[in-house]
């Protein structure tokens, strides 16, 4: 399948529960949603294309952001659906409590950050284009997006098209979604499954803002 066959119609971004997002995440879950082997994925991409120093957005935040603890970011901005969970989330230095479901665009300066994150999350937006579209414009030109995603998700609230698909479906949604958006280059789809047995799965879409 190429991102050119995937038509970003209405209906693949329809969910099992359309009730409101707020009462989904109205209560806080201090867990993983990855195992540690593909935590560690996540972490070693975030060390290859966020570099020290820089200004990082962690789009769909938790009390866990899974960047690497030896490296000292300007600052960490997290957006998330959960208050405690954010407030208990040690990397960051500021954060914003917002349903993207409800308001997709982003409370925040044009070219405001270096790098972005979205981590095991994509699969819950149901205006994705429009998120990612917001995503370039709060990005610097080069800085990178970084969505990563296992096998696993809340299936209730998962949308459609997310369900219909592998996971080399889920990179070329992904995919689509990037280049719908408009304002990125450098798509990069990758595999970076731990190699241990029995663990989780881990892939990535990265892309550069134009
Ligand atoms: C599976 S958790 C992943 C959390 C974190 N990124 C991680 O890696 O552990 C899904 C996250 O997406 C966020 N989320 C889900 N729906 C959202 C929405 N409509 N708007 C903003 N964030 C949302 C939730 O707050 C939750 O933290």
């Excluded at 209405?10 to 009730?19: G, K, M, S, V, Y």
């Excluded at 208990?88 to 070219?111: C, H, S, W």
């Excluded at 698909?165 to 990758?190: F, M, P, S």
Aim: proline content about 6%.
């Amino acid at each position: 399948m190429t991102s050119k066959r995937i038509e970003l119609t209405p209906e693949l971004f329809r969910r099992a529960d359309e009730t409101d997002d707020a009462r989904f995440y109205q209560s806080p879950r201090f867990v993983t949603h990855i195992d540690d082997a593909a935590i560690a994925a996540v972490t070693t991409l975030y060390r290859e294309y966020f570099p020290a120093g820089l200004a990082v957005l962690d789009l769909m935040s938790s009390w866990i952001s899974h960047l690497p603890e030896d490296v000292v970011y300007r600052e960490v901005v997290g957006l998330g659906m959960n208050r405690e969970e954010l407030a208990a989330n040690p990397r960051l230095t500021k954060f914003v409590v917002q349903d993207l479901n409800r308001e997709p665009l982003l409370p925040f300066a044009d070219a405001a950050f270096d790098s972005a994150a979205i981590c095991v999350s994509i699969d819950y937006l149901t205006q994705p284009v429009e998120v990612l579209r917001e995503t370039a414009r709060v990005l610097k030109p080069q800085s990178p997006v970084v969505i990563t995603f296992s096998n696993r998700c809340f299936p209730t609230k998962a949308v459609a098209a997310w369900h219909s698909l592998d996971d080399a479906g889920h990179l070329k949604l992904v995919e689509a979604y990037l280049n719908a958006a408009g304002g990125w280059r450098d798509i990069e789809l990758l595999d970076r499954s731990p190699k241990k047995l029995f663990s989780d799965p881990l892939f990535a879409a990265i892309a550069r803002r134009a």
